[in-house]
């Protein structure tokens, strides 16, 4: 129980003992701490799927199909 005295959270570069947080300031860093993991989580994501965007683009020329001929507008 003692350690949990000694929490504290930074905000605007300012030092606030967990213990000294309000109900509803407890329950807002909660919700940031929710977000902030979810946010990282999409980034990873996003980073994985964009990875395979770009190694799938590049897909070596004898994967694709032949391209029909182009016909020229005159």
């Not at 979810?38 to 004898?62: G, V």
Request: proline share 7%; no cysteine.
């Amino acid at each position: 129980m003692a350690e949990q005295q000694n929490l504290t959270i930074r905000i605007d570069d300012k030092e606030y003992p967990l213990s000294d947080l309000s109900d509803d300031a407890k329950s807002q860093v909660g919700n940031l701490r929710v977000t902030d993991q979810e946010i990282s989580r999409l980034e990873d994501q996003w980073a994985i799927h964009r990875t395979a965007r770009n190694t799938s683009s590049r897909a070596p020329p004898e994967a694709l199909p032949d391209a029909p001929e182009a016909k020229s507008v005159k």
